[in-house]
Structure formats: C-alpha cells, structure tokens
C-alpha cells in the first residue's frame, strides 16, 4: 500500500507561479513512475507530467517549457515546479504513484486557480 499527499495548491495570478509537492508513503524505489494529472471543471482527468525512476521525464503539450517535474528520493517526495501560470492551469492536481506490482496509487489532490 502506497499513500500519497499532495501539498502546494493555491490562488495565483497569471504569469505566477506554484509548486506542488506530494509526499509517498514508502520508499520511492518501489516505484516504477510518478505522475502529475489534473482536472479541470466539466473536463476528464489528463496526464500532463511523468517522472520514471531513471530519470526519464515526460510534459503534456500544454505544459512542456513551463512546467517542470522532479524527485527527492531521501524525502520521498515529487515536486511539480509550475512557472508562467495560465488560467486554463486551473484544475484540481493529482499525483499518482505506478508501483513495480502494477498498482496505481493516487492522492487526495490540490486545487490550483489561475486567476486575477
């Protein structure tokens, strides 16, 4: 069992920026993948950023050159860096934990508004 926090969400103007954390229960290196989804209002839940446990990175068109994820494996913890924020940013942020078994594990989620 894997549980995960996120941490981080907030009200920014555009153009702002956040940055989200999600702590992991257990070691991260029983993990395969991290990702970083969001929801907005009315819309389904998209995979906008992936850490894989050898590094490899993976954005969504909308956010690549803004957006930027990383790890602390020490901390157990996965930050999405979110810079030059948009309104349409504006969604509830999850991240998700892939473990080596093929479970997903997701957390509670972070509301992010982009708004003047």
């Known amino acids: 069992q894997v549980q995960l926090a996120e941490s981080g969400g907030g009200l920014v103007r555009p153009g702002g920026s956040l940055r989200l954390s999600c702590a992991v229960s257990r070691s991260i290196s029983i993990i395969a993948a991290m990702d970083w989804y969001r929801q907005a209002p009315g819309k389904q839940r998209e995979l906008i950023a992936t850490i894989t446990r050898d590094g490899s990175m993976f954005y969504a068109a909308p956010v690549k050159g803004r957006f930027t994820i990383s790890r602390e494996n020490a901390q157990r913890t996965v930050h999405l860096q979110m810079n030059s924020l948009k309104p349409e940013d504006t969604a509830v942020y999850y991240c998700?934990?892939?473990?080596?078994?093929?479970?997903?594990?997701w957390g509670q989620g972070t509301q992010v508004t982009v708004s003047s």
């Open positions: 998700k934990a892939v473990t080596d078994d093929g479970h997903d594990y």
